[in-house]
C-alpha cells in the first residue's frame, strides 16, 4: 500500500470537518454483525435505544463509515449508529440485516488516525475525552512515522494542536496531564469531578498530594485550580528557595570556616565589643529545623544593623506570619562582607547554636561543651 503524508491527514481533517466526498470509498452493503468496532474507541456510546428509535422513525440518514484494513471491516464513524441497527435487528426488524456503508482500504496507522480525526468533528467531546484524543493521536501519529514512513514536518505537539484545533499551549496541559497525573486524578477527571485546569495544575504535585485531592474530588468536595495552583507556587518558591541555599552554601562554606578561623587566631576577646547586643530576627518555618539541627549555620542579611562577633541573635520561628514560639539563641562567630556576588548593604554571618527554647517550656542547653559533657557520663 502506498505511503501517505501528513497533507494527506491535515485533507482526512478537511474532509471530516465537512462532509466525506462518497468518490473517496467504495459502496458496500454488509450485516451489521460483520463490521468490527475499534479496539481504541474510547468515546461514549450512551444512548444507544434513543437513537435506534430515530433510526427506525427517519431512517439512516449518514451511512456508517469504514475502513478496510487487512480486509477486515472496522468502523471508522458511526460506533453508536452500527449498535442501533443491531439494536433494531434484535427487535425483529430485518430490513436493518444489511445496511448501506462507506469503506476504504487503510493501513493500521491510517485507520486510528482516521478514526480519531473523525470524531473531532462528530461529536461534542467533554475535557477527558479531549485529553485522551490527543494522547492517541501522538501514539498514532508515532506510529505512521514508524510503520508506514509518515514525515512529520515541525514539532509533533504543534501538528496536533493543528488536527485538534487546539492552541499548543492546550494541547502541552493535556500531555502533562496524560503523563504525571496519578491514576485516582484521571479516574475523577474522567468522571467529571474536576476539571481540566484542576488536573493538570494537580499533576504537578507529588503523588501523595494528588491522592489527598482525588479522594476530597471523590467525596464529592469542590476542587479548584486556584487553590492547587497556589499550593504549587508554594512549593515551586521553596525549590527555588533551596536551591539559592544550596548554591550558597557551596560557595560560601569554605570561605566562611578559614574566615572564622583566621578570626578566632587573630581577635583576642579583650578586642572584641564590650558587652555584645542581641538582636531579633523573624525565621520562616520552613529553615527553622535545619538551623535548629545545626545542618544551617550561616544567613544572608541586610546589615541594617552594626553586627559584630559575639553578638547574639534571638531567631523566632514564624509560620504564616504569626510567632509559633519557638525560639534559637545564637552567637554571631564571623561575619562576611566583601564577597563576589553580595550586593551592596547585605552580608554573610556565621552562627553558632547556644540555646533552644519552646513557648514557655524553659531552656534546653543545646552548646557543644554540654553535648560532650553528656556524652561523657
Same mark, same amino acid.
Given at each position: 500500500?502506498?505511503?501517505? *503524508? ?10 471530516? *470537518? ?26 461514549? =456510546? ?14 439512516? =440518514? @449518514? ?14 464513524? *458511526? ?35 482516521? %478514526? ?8 461534542? $467531546?467533554?475535557?477527558?475525552? &479531549?485529553?485522551? @484524543? ?12 514508524? !510503520?508506514? *514512513? %509518515? !514525515?512529520?514536518?515541525?514539532? %509533533? ?6 488536527? $485538534? ?73 521553596? &525549590?527555588?528557595?533551596?536551591?539559592? @541555599? ?52 550561616? !544567613? $544572608?542579611? &541586610? ?9 547574639? $541573635?534571638? %531567631? ?60 561523657? @557520663?
Amino acid at each position: 500500500m502506498a505511503k501517505f *503524508g501528513i497533507n494527506d491527514i491535515l485533507n482526512a481533517k478537511s474532509k471530516a *470537518g465537512a462532509s466525506t466526498k462518497t468518490e473517496q470509498y467504495t459502496e458496500i452493503y454488509l450485516s451489521p454483525y460483520e463490521v468490527k468496532p475499534s479496539e481504541n474507541n474510547f468515546y461514549s =456510546q450512551d444512548n444507544i435505544e434513543e437513537l435506534a428509535d430515530s433510526l427506525l422513525a427517519v431512517g439512516q =440518514q @449518514q451511512p456508517t463509515v469504514l475502513g478496510r484494513v487487512n480486509g477486515e471491516f472496522r468502523i471508522v464513524s *458511526g460506533h453508536r449508529r452500527n449498535l442501533a441497527n443491531i439494536k433494531n435487528i434484535e427487535r425483529g426488524h430485518n430490513e436493518y440485516k444489511r445496511i448501506r456503508y462507506l469503506y476504504k482500504d487503510m493501513t493500521e496507522a491510517m485507520y486510528d488516525l482516521s %478514526l480519531l480525526i473523525g470524531n473531532v468533528y462528530n461529536r461534542e $467531546l467533554t475535557p477527558w475525552e &479531549k485529553t485522551q @484524543q490527543a494522547q492517541k493521536l501522538k501514539e498514532a501519529l508515532l506510529r505512521a512515522k514508524e !510503520e508506514d *514512513g %509518515l !514525515e512529520i514536518i515541525g514539532k %509533533l505537539r504543534e501538528v496536533i494542536a493543528e488536527l $485538534l484545533n487546539e492552541s499548543s499551549t492546550n494541547v502541552a496541559r493535556m500531555d502533562s496531564i496524560n503523563n504525571h497525573a496519578t491514576p485516582e486524578i484521571k479516574e475523577e477527571f474522567a468522571k467529571g469531578n474536576i476539571g481540566i485546569s484542576a488536573a493538570y495544575e494537580a499533576a504537578k504535585l507529588p503523588e501523595e498530594e494528588q491522592k489527598e485531592i482525588a479522594g476530597k474530588a471523590a467525596a464529592g468536595e469542590e476542587i479548584r485550580a486556584k487553590e492547587i495552583a497556589k499550593k504549587v507556587a508554594e512549593k515551586t518558591e521553596w &525549590k527555588r528557595y533551596c536551591e539559592e @541555599q544550596d548554591k550558597i552554601d557551596r560557595e560560601t562554606r569554605k570561605k566562611l570556616q578559614e574566615q572564622e578561623d583566621r578570626e578566632k587566631m587573630e581577635v583576642l576577646p579583650s578586642e572584641w565589643k564590650q558587652g555584645p547586643e542581641e538582636y531579633e530576627m523573624r525565621i520562616a518555618s520552613f529553615c527553622f529545623p535545619d538551623i535548629e539541627e545545626q545542618k544551617r549555620r550561616f !544567613e $544572608l542579611l &541586610k546589615k541594617d544593623k552594626d553586627y559584630k562577633i559575639g553578638d547574639r $541573635l534571638k %531567631l523566632m520561628e514564624y509560620k504564616g506570619g504569626k510567632p509559633t514560639g519557638k525560639v534559637l539563641n545564637v552567637e554571631i562567630t564571623c561575619i562576611l562582607e566583601d564577597y563576589t556576588g553580595l550586593e551592596d548593604g547585605y552580608c554573610i554571618i556565621g552562627f553558632k547554636l547556644e540555646t533552644y527554647i519552646e513557648g514557655s517550656a524553659g531552656t534546653e542547653k543545646v552548646s557543644e561543651s554540654d553535648t560532650g559533657a553528656a556524652g561523657g @557520663q
